[in-house]
């Protein structure tokens, strides 16, 4: 199929779900998983109509998304991989939303360039629902706490959560976990969702699911 007719396949989907969960159209954003993806499919993608998308690594983001922003001024980025303090001035620079917002050191380095870039932006903290060793997140026990630095002392605009189920787990419980944690918090926002069971999150209240290879295809593997 085309871009344009895998894109509003996975949107029908979209409305689908939330038709079937009891929410609005549109109370779902759908952020396009770019990462490893080839350049004429991001084209592709871009002319069909797609203008919000998620990347992994920030240095391959800037390679592919700096160079389109004149030709696409409604476009809006997502990091959604581990980030390094060492990148944080230059995730700041070239996204729009930061979704995995995961230890004090990290929150402090986007704090202070967010400040000196003079450019705030929502962020979410990622939880490592499954108390993986080897994922990213903070755990849930310690969500409370890290949240309170985030928001007071380090001065983000926490607007939700993120997480990623682990993969030999069933993933409605993780994504009703996440629920319950931003609901005590108080947070609107949670990404939650991929291509393998985004319908499932949209039942659970996710506000945004991430769509990689449902939308354009697997990625070819990297060199």
Request: aromatic share 4%; net charge negative.
């Amino acid at each position: 199929m085309s871009a344009s007719d895998n894109l509003a396949a996975i949107t029908g989907e979209i409305k689908a779900a939330c038709a079937a969960a009891g929410r609005p159209a549109g109370s779902v954003q759908l952020v396009a998983v770019s990462k490893q993806q080839p350049e004429v499919r991001i084209t592709a993608m871009l002319e069909a109509g797609q203008r919000i998308y998620g990347e992994n690594r920030v240095q391959e983001a800037h390679q592919r998304w700096a160079g389109r922003r004149g030709d696409w001024p409604d476009l809006r980025l997502h990091l959604i991989g581990p980030l390094q303090s060492n990148k944080a001035a230059e995730a700041v620079a070239l996204f729009d939303v930061i979704e995995t917002v995961d230890r004090p050191k990290i929150a402090a380095a986007l704090a202070a360039e967010m400040t000196r870039q003079n450019r705030p932006l929502p962020c979410l903290i990622q939880v490592n629902t499954g108390e993986e060793p080897q994922k990213s997140g903070i755990l849930p026990e310690d969500l409370a706490s890290f949240h309170d630095y985030c928001t007071a002392e380090a001065g983000l605009q926490i607007t939700g959560l993120m997480c990623i189920p682990p993969a030999a787990e069933e993933p409605a419980m993780h994504f009703a976990l996440l629920a319950r944690l931003a609901a005590d918090l108080g947070l609107a926002d949670l990404s939650m969702g991929m291509s393998g069971d985004y319908a499932e999150a949209i039942r659970f209240g996710a506000s945004s699911v991430r769509v990689g290879s449902a939308l354009f295809g697997q990625r070819p593997p990297r060199p």
